[in-house]
């Protein structure tokens, strides 16, 4: 790089934000992640080069995103800012739990999308919130008596059609007949156990899912702390569950404090633009799920 010029890249580190000299008098902002590829969402890579070991691409304009990173990278990252999940992915825009959805939720700079699963009368895992299919969809009745071919005419996709974008991923447990041995049959089949996590309320589904995988990263949703913090982080760890997420309402100074002291992750959960995102980034969140990420991530970044 020419040192004479004065611009700089802003670049994302798994830790902090550094500055660099570059050979463009533009501040820009870009990805990286020990050589991982970073997708601009409005223009070309201009310009490539290497930094202690790690590839880095530059970018003509300010809008682009980490892609590609796995949750281990995102926790990391999170420790020092939160992370913005796009809850059902951008349903302030686009219909929940859609295709569309989701990519609108990734090009909006969401670095996760949330999704729910129950399994269809065919045995394949489907995404959809409710159990019944009346509020979302043309069709009527519960999921799990309605084929994949129907539901898919429906506009209901596949999770392998999500796994299938090679993004991180928050899959939430709902309903079904072994919807858990079915969920991580095809994030296995999608080599995807590196970038999805695992939600559920329901804590024997994630001992089954702990059982069947020692890898994949779970977390407990819980609508706010059941007894003390240090009890239910202890419980956590007893049942080799990873993180935590609890309502947005229900997270506390000190119980964001005590979850980063135990290195356990919080994820707040549906967390509105403005002042309570705020909130929760000065009480140490590791990642924010929202309805509205094009909105937080903005937030966030200013």
């Known amino acids: 790089m020419r040192k004479q010029e004065e611009g700089f890249f802003y670049v994302y580190l798994t830790e902090r934000m550094k500055m660099i000299p570059s ?24 310009h490539s080069t290497s930094i202690r070991g790690a590839t880095i691409n530059l970018y003509g304009n300010t809008d682009v ?6 949750i281990s990278q995102l926790v990391e990252l999170s420790w020092s800012r939160p992370v913005v999940i796009g809850h059902r992915g951008s349903p302030s825009t686009h219909a929940e739990n859609t295709m569309g959805s ?14 729910d699963v129950h399994v269809s009368a065919d045995g394949d895992v489907v995404i959809l919130h409710d159990e019944m299919l009346d509020r979302t969809t043309t069709l009527r009745g519960p999921v799990s008596d309605i084929s994949t071919r129907e539901l898919v005419s429906a506009n209901v996709p596949l999770l392998s059609d999500l796994l299938g974008l090679g993004e991180p991923v928050v899959v939430e ?26 939600f559920g309320f329901h804590r024997p589904h994630l001992l089954e ?11 407990l ?46 994820f707040a959960w549906t967390v509105p633009p403005g002042e ?16 509205h990420p094009q909105f937080v991530t903005r937030q966030l970044e200013d």
């Not at 090009?107 to 999704?115: D, F, L, S, Y």
């Not at 991580?184 to 996590?197: D, L, P, W």
């Not at 899912?209 to 977390?219: H, I």
């Not at 309570?276 to 309805?291: A, Q, Y």
């Open 209 to 219: 899912a702990r059982e069947l995988s020692e890898t994949q990263f779970l977390a």
């Open 102 to 115: 989701f990519v609108e939720a990734y090009r909006a700079g969401a670095a996760m999308v949330e999704c």
């Open 276 to 291: 309570e995102v705020t909130r929760l980034h000065e009480v140490g969140v590791n990642f924010i799920i929202t309805d």
């Open 65 to 70: 995103r980490p892609t590609k990173m796995n």
């Open 23 to 46: 050979d463009r008098q533009t501040k820009l902002r870009v990805g990286i992640s020990n050589g991982n590829e970073v997708q601009s969402r409005r223009g070309l890579c201009k």
């Open 173 to 198: 447990f709902k309903g079904g007949q072994d919807v858990v041995r079915l969920t991580i049959r095809e994030i296995q089949r999608h080599s995807a156990e590196g970038r999805t996590v695992l």
């Open 221 to 266: 949703l819980l609508g706010g702390p059941e007894g003390d913090t240090n009890s239910l982080l202890r419980g956590l760890v007893d049942d080799r569950i990873d993180a935590l997420a609890l309502h947005h309402s229900s997270i506390t100074a000190d119980l964001a404090r005590e979850c980063r002291e135990a290195k356990v992750p919080l």
